[in-house]
């Protein structure tokens, strides 16, 4: 079973950056499909970013509205899953979370998840 402590959330301004950690604790991190969703107020939870495991090809995915902005990354020795968060948005703000899945796609992306973090804060201010 996997665990995800999230970090790296603050009080940033317009167009700031912010680099957000996960660290996950079990065994065979590699071959688990990773990703960020956030959650802003008054809203549903909602998909932000994803990469497939170790032998997926480095495949990636993003939500439109962070398309070109976000880049999610992992290091499997480390067992860290980064989000990089450029120019920043007021609607960038919400609750991040990491994930993680065993139920894998044909390109090794996540279709469900089924480990959780309990969340980072990300406030940006306008």
């Known amino acids: 079973q996997l665990q995800l402590v999230e970090s790296g959330g603050g009080l940033v301004q317009v167009g700031d950056s912010l680099r957000l950690s996960c660290a996950a604790s079990?065994?065979?991190?590699?071959?688990?499909?990773m990703g960020w969703y956030r959650q802003a107020p008054g809203k549903e939870r909602e998909f932000v970013a994803g990469i497939s495991w170790r032998g997926g090809g480095g495949n990636t995915d993003y939500a439109d509205s962070v398309k070109g902005r976000f880049t999610i990354s992992r290091d499997n020795r480390k067992k860290m899953l980064y989000l990089q968060l450029n120019s920043l948005k007021s609607e960038d703000t919400g609750v991040y979370y990491c994930?993680?899945?065993?139920?894998?796609?044909?390109?090794?992306?996540?279709?469900?998840?089924?480990?959780w973090g309990q969340g980072t804060q990300v406030t940006v201010s306008s």
């Open positions: 079990g065994r065979s991190f590699g071959d688990y499909a």
């Open positions: 994930a993680a899945s065993d139920h894998l796609d044909a390109s090794g992306m996540a279709y469900t998840y089924d480990y």
